[in-house]
């Protein structure tokens, strides 16, 4: 037997409508804010990763899934969207659309990670990016369409926690100080922290290693040594926010694992999962795009890992979704299937599941397979009833059955299914 890939998932039959009903609800909140989606490519040349995760990440040092083409080309299965969203932006000239530029996205990433519950190589996420918006309030905007999402959803228990990373000017200073304050237990860092000091200092801060976060929570965190402006960014979003009556906490050691952010910085916490399981991270990333070699357009946007949110999603939403009314059609003899069906072509406008019948088994078989797939309603056409264009739709809740003409039985069951959701 050939298996999965580890750390792959297989989504089955009926969490498979919760993915799809996650998604509908994000186009449908995300959209009315103004986002269009990009769909864009799995596939990356590795260098946009290194340019703008960042080399000495985590998810770029140790994560990706990279390898050479046929012909030698370095491409790696994208870890994260927002590169790609920022390559996008650049290589199809998007700057010429109407300013700021509003996209989502959803879809497969991977990351080469270690197994554990919520983390998994290949994952989804569901993404927005607000490109060509420097202001504060443009991440209120952002955060308001997160927050909007995770309520429609029925969510009423995450967290969003913020901070404020300054911005790469401030981070000279910062990382002066982060170095100073860790020099005398220098020695104690781990072989990642000691080649990260001469690199990247920041991502010591993001250091997994139990004795390197000891010694990093002693220190004096980033939102300290941001310069004004940046402060006055952040303070006004989170204004922004209490005027919106969205609560945020402060993080003061958040860093996010990614090497692109500046000034706002978030993530949001499920109580039932924990703080390293989060659901979602993003922030303001204002020279990702001309890093990339691009003009200087600023960006903000987050990702929501959609295996974890499926995975906490509330039980008023995930009843909806899937307690959803079935139908079984029951031809009986060959004759009568065109009949059932048409039925089904009949209930396609209601939205209405009602599959039929088709492997010619007995009247009592069939009601064993309706109650099989959960069906509250079952319709039968036998001989007599396909003489007489008539079929029988008997609601087994309430065990009643009334014989309906054939054309008049998609009207008949929707009207059934609507008198008992209202019972
Ligand atoms: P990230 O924090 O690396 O940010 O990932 C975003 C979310 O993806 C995480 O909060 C988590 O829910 C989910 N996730 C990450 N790794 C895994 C995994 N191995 N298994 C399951 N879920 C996972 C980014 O990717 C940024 N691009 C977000 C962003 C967009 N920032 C600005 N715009």
């Known amino acids: ?13 009926p969490d498979s409508r919760l993915w799809f009903a996650v998604e509908a609800v994000a186009h449908r909140v995300f959209g009315s804010f103004g986002y269009d989606e990009i769909r864009l490519p799995v596939l990356e040349p590795t260098d946009l990763f290194v340019r703008s995760v960042g080399e000495e990440t985590d998810i770029v040092a140790k994560e990706m899934y990279t390898f050479a083409d046929r ?58 990016e607000l490109l060509g918006a420097a202001t504060p309030q443009a991440d209120v905007e952002v955060l308001l369409a997160l927050h909007s999402f995770l309520s429609e959803l029925g969510f009423d228990d995450l967290i969003i926690v913020l901070n404020n990373l300054g911005d790469p000017e401030d981070r000279v200073r910062f990382i002066d100080g982060l170095k100073a304050e860790l020099t005398p237990n220098r020695e104690e860092l781990c072989g990642d922290c000691q080649r990260r000091w001469e690199t990247n200092p920041l991502r010591i801060l993001d250091c997994k290693v139990p004795r390197c976060r000891e010694l990093v929570t002693e220190t004096t965190p980033v939102a ?6 940046a402060r006055e960014h952040v303070e ?3 204004a922004g926010l ?20 500046l000034r706002t910085v978030f993530e949001v916490i499920s109580p039932k999962l924990g703080e390293d399981t989060v659901i979602c991270g993003g922030g303001r990333y204002d020279r990702l795009i001309s890093d990339l070699g691009g003009s200087q357009v600023p960006g903000v946007g987050f990702a929501i890992g959609e295996d974890r949110l ?15 009314p079935v139908v079984a059609v029951l031809p009986i003899g060959v004759e009568a299937v065109a009949a059932g069906l048409e039925i089904t072509r009949g209930l396609i406008g209601a939205g209405i599941s009602a599959p039929v019948e088709v492997t010619g ?16 309603v079952v319709v039968i056409i036998g001989e007599s009833e396909l003489a007489a264009r008539t079929a029988v739709v008997k609601d087994l809740k309430k065990s009643k059955q009334k014989t309906v003409a054939l054309a008049e039985v998609p009207v008949f069951i929707e009207e059934l299914l609507l008198e008992s959701a209202v019972d």
């Not at 209490?242 to 952010?261: C, H, K, N, T």
């Not at 088994?361 to 099989?372: C, E, H, P």
């Open 71 to 128: 012909k030698g080309r370095s491409l790696t299965l994208r870890p994260e969207g927002t590169a790609g969203v920022a390559r996008a932006y650049i290589e199809n000239g998007l700057g010429q659309l109407p300013q700021p530029l509003r996209l989502s996205y959803l879809g497969p990433m991977f990351r080469y990670e270690r197994m554990q519950r919520g983390r998994y190589r290949q994952f989804a996420q569901i993404g927005i």
């Open 310 to 324: 499926v995975e906490v999603l509330p039980d008023a939403f995930k009843n909806t979704i899937l307690q959803r």
């Open 236 to 238: 006004q979003v989170e």
């Open 361 to 376: 088994r007995s009247l009592k078989a069939g009601f064993k397979w309706a109650s099989k797939i959960g069906a509250q």
């Open 1 to 13: 037997m050939i298996r999965k890939v580890k750390g792959t998932r297989d989504i089955l039959p």
């Open 242 to 261: 209490d005027a919106l009556g969205i609560s945020v906490q402060r993080a003061p050691r958040l860093v996010r694992g990614l090497d692109y952010y």
């Open 224 to 229: 300290d040594s941001v310069s004004d402006a």
